[in-house]
């Protein structure tokens, strides 16, 4: 699910500013500055913890902002001719219970041009405007086509899912929840009871030779959990603007652009666009999960293991997660009625480390008690929660294509790292003078860094282990061979256990060379019966025959008996068993030799 959050609350949050004359002064310029609204921008009333917020839909770019009643009174009243101090001037005077400051009104103004709401006669410049352009259109080619995440828009569904939801918004209604909780209950149930074989039988799931499978299963999967986000949006009557694919390390991800349901004005439509591709996915899995515990070993019970597995536990440790910026962090975000939770957390974070680590004048911003404690402990889960992912993708990098991917996570390390310590050292160079860190905090701190970098290099005991391929194999190992056909009834040793000369290893089964046995008694016992008829009657010559039969019936018997002797397998000499997963060949059948 791709949906913009409404941005223009940072923007509009509320701080203490600097205390200095150059400051001031640009302050003061800027009252001077006449503003104009874009003529297509909309503007909606919402609700949200309990207050109403207007909200501003830039339509070109498809992106929303919500700002407050003051703000949105201070923007009424830009219309290209009034300068911002006039505003202010008449805000003042009039009946309104809060007014914008100076300072706030202009970094409202800054706010409003940096996102192109708003233009003054040098912003509106055709020369600017072309190099603003230009620049949107390099950032959006890294975009992309960044070779960690590539994102290709393809089409436009809005007219495809205008078709298919009258006929598929079923199940998402109020009534199909019920049968989907009874379906998703059984499934556990069924997975709990059978808790040993899901997780013998997922050992196999993440194999070489699944590869397809799993590709197949992943790709139909996530087209299903975006057809899901498409239909519940038209439901409450938003538009589906694009889909495309995302590649993360060349793995296909499908996305819908539903970002028109930020006009929804209840949170609980919103939430349920953004938790509608989960809802569905569980729906699969448990269903793949009942039709995997009533059948046996099959193409159908494996390819639905893997269903099962991939649409709920991935589903769940990424698009429910709501740290990372998918489904789950904008039901938490829309639950908590907290806006912009990510990048709210992330400007803690910023200003914690301008100010306690650089000695910079940093505000934070003024939040609520309530809201200001979810948002720093979000801001640290999500940080740390970022390390681990941003880690986990280097090293997959590192190790795809041969080797080659190295050049994947050099180019990751430069993204993530290189380039945001370039823009800070940038950033530190050109900041105003009650902008910047203080230099001997910064000094103390990189001493300190480069004091535990040595520490750790230099001091902590290092093996130096150099690694290299090897093959280790046992001397002269004795290969235990089945001496007759047949299916491993039974293991009676492990790997790495000490065995005797003949004890005992496994027993084999074989049915068929038992029947031979019992045919080849039974006309041994028919033969010795004639045999004394004939010798009874004074029959010389048949009595003859018969002897000779039952002489060969023994020879036939000592040989079938010898074979499933051999059944049981033995060890040959004094020795370890060696050998892999050994409980597994139970059930096998076994080829003689």
Partial sequence: MVSTPSSGSDALTRQSPPENSEYDHAVREIGNLTLALRDDLKFQSQPFDGQNFILIEHPLSATFYRVGPAEYAFLSLLDGRTTVAEVLSHLANSASSEVLTAHEAA???????????????????????????????????????????????????????????????????????????????????????????????????????????????????????????????????????????????????????????????????????????????????????????????????????????????????????????????????????????????????????????????????????????????????????????????????????????????????????????????????????WERPSWKRLSALGGMLSGCCALLFLVVPWPGACIAPAVVDYSQPTIVRAGCSGFVREIRVTAGELVEQDQILALLENKQLQFELDDLRLNQQKSRLLCRISETRQMLAESQAERERIAELNKRVSEKEGQLAQLTVRAAQRGYVIGRNLETQVGRYLHEG
């Fill in 107 to 433: 970094g409202l103004c800054k706010w409003l041009i940096e996102a192109e709401l708003a233009s003054t006669a040098e912003s509106s410049d055709p020369l600017r405007r072309s190099a603003a352009a230009r620049k949107a259109k390099r950032g959006g080619f890294w975009r992309n086509w960044n070779p960690i995440a590539m994102r290709w828009p393809l089409v436009n569904p809005d007219p495809v899912f205008t078709a298919i939801t009258p006929c598929l918004r079923w199940l998402f209604t109020r009534w199909a929840f019920a049968p989907w909780a009874v379906i998703v209950m059984l499934a556990l149930y069924h997975a709990a009871a059978d808790w040993p074989r899901v997780v013998a039988s997922s050992s196999a799931v993440v194999v070489l030779g699944n590869a397809w499978w799993l590709t197949a299963c992943w790709v139909v999967l996530k087209c299903l959990h975006e057809l899901a986000h498409g239909i519940v949006c038209k439901m409450y009557g938003c538009s589906v603007r694009g889909a495309g694919i995302i590649l993360v390390l060349f793995a296909p991800i499908a996305y819908v652009d539903v970002t028109s349901s930020w006009r929804c004005r209840s949170k609980w439509e919103r939430m349920h666009i953004a938790v509608a591709g989960i809802y569905l996915e569980l729906l699969v899995a448990a269903a793949a999960m009942l039709i995997w515990s009533h059948t046996g070993q099959s193409v159908v019970n494996h390819v639905c293991l893997n269903v099962a597995i991939m649409a709920s536990v991935t589903t769940l440790l990424f698009n429910a997660n709501p740290l990372m910026r998918f489904d789950g962090y904008y039901v938490l975000a829309d639950w908590l009625e907290i806006p912009n939770l990510h990048a709210r957390g992330q400007q803690w974070l910023t200003q914690s480390a301008r100010r306690y680590l650089l000695g910079m004048n940093a505000q934070h911003a003024a939040w609520t008690r309530g809201s200001g404690l979810v948002i720093r402990v979000y801001a640290l889960a999500a940080f740390a929660w970022r390390i681990v992912v941003c880690s986990g993708l280097v090293m997959v990098a590192a190790t795809m294509f041969h080797g080659a991917g190295i050049v994947l996570a050099a180019f990751a390390l430069i993204l993530w790292i290189a380039m945001p310590i370039g823009r800070f050292v940038a950033a530190m160079v050109r900041a105003n003078p």
